[in-house]
């Protein structure tokens, strides 16, 4: 199974809540070299166009992002960001034509879920998965495909971006009241009441597959986020590692049951511990080389 990773998602964000390490430290745990993982190609501003305006990627491209676009993003930007950005976009591009080659892929990086059309917001500055499904139904022919959204927070850009557009199921589930405030409706949403812990999540989700899977996607978009565990600072749903570790294994089962390309990005994950959002990571990319 292809693992899409480059050290140059390690951008430093002085005194941000977002360990950019944990990029490094799971391609580490997981013995990820040179040799053995997948190295993204940029995306290309054509690729980007697929979904985001020509003015807003033409701020990236100049930066001439202005101080308001800047604190929306809520990153402390600078120029050669945008770099970084177009590689994890084309990170996700990448590991989504390889789960169309072989199945199923990881992109150790992207799940950018709260970049909208026309801004960026939330530390997402490009929407990775619009992008990569876009670049898909372009260049690989497939025509559905379903976004399994379950960080903590809303993935309220991506709603958006497919808002009208019955090619793509997005299905988000998240702590309700948490950021963002504003969560334009996605095809399923379903928002969790704080504290609600492993029993009920689990109950709640495998509710909800059958529903996505209905939809006879050609492409699964996964973004396993590790914020919902108990401890991290951005979110308040209570799931612990092994509820976590059995939230994925429900996912990936239903997309290798119905024999649907599945492709795993990361998303959030802002525990006390970095250590803790690294277990995280790593054991969702277990069960993805587990489920040959
Ligand atoms: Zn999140």
Redesign the pocket.
């Known amino acids: 199974m292809k693992v899409v990773f480059s050290p140059r998602y390690e951008v430093t964000l002085p005194g941000h809540v977002w360990p950019t390490s944990k990029y490094r430290l799971i391609a580490e745990r997981l013995g990820l070299n040179s040799l053995t993982r997948t190295d993204p190609p940029l995306a290309s501003w054509d690729d980007l166009a697929l979904v985001h305006t020509s003015e807003y990627l033409a701020k990236l491209r100049d930066n001439t992002m202005t101080p308001n676009d800047i604190a929306t993003l809520e990153l402390p930007w600078r120029p050669e960001f945008a770099d970084a950005f177009r590689l994890m976009v084309g990170g996700t591009c990448a590991a989504a034509t390889a789960a169309l080659d072989d199945g199923r892929a990881v992109h150790l990086g992207g799940g950018l ?1 709260h970049a909208f059309a026309a801004h960026g917001e ?1 530390f997402c500055p490009l929407n990775d998965v619009a992008v990569a499904i876009r670049v898909l139904q372009r260049d690989r022919g497939i025509n559905r495909a379903a976004v399994v959204d379950l ?3 809303h993935g309220n850009g991506t709603a958006m971006i497919f808002e009208r557009d019955p090619s793509v199921f997005t299905f988000s589930m998240h702590q309700q009241h948490n ?1 963002p405030f504003f969560k334009p409706r996605s095809d399923l949403d379903i928002g969790l009441e704080d504290g609600t812990g492993d029993a009920r999540y689990l109950a709640a989700l495998a509710g909800a597959l059958p529903g996505v899977m209905d939809s006879e996607p050609g492409l699964v978009v996964y973004l396993a ?1 590790a ?1 919902p565990f108990e401890r991290d600072r ?2 308040g749903l209570k799931l612990t590692k092994a509820g976590l570790r059995e939230r994925d294994r429900l996912v990936i089962a239903a997309a290798r049951a119905a024999g649907v390309p599945l492709v795993t990005v990361l ?4 525990a006390e511990d970095v250590r803790d959002t690294v277990d995280i990571h790593v054991a969702t990319i277990e069960v993805m080389r587990a489920s040959a």
Do not use: I, M, T, W
């Open positions: 879920h939330g960080d903590v927070h950021y986020g914020d951005l979110g998303a959030g994950g802002y």
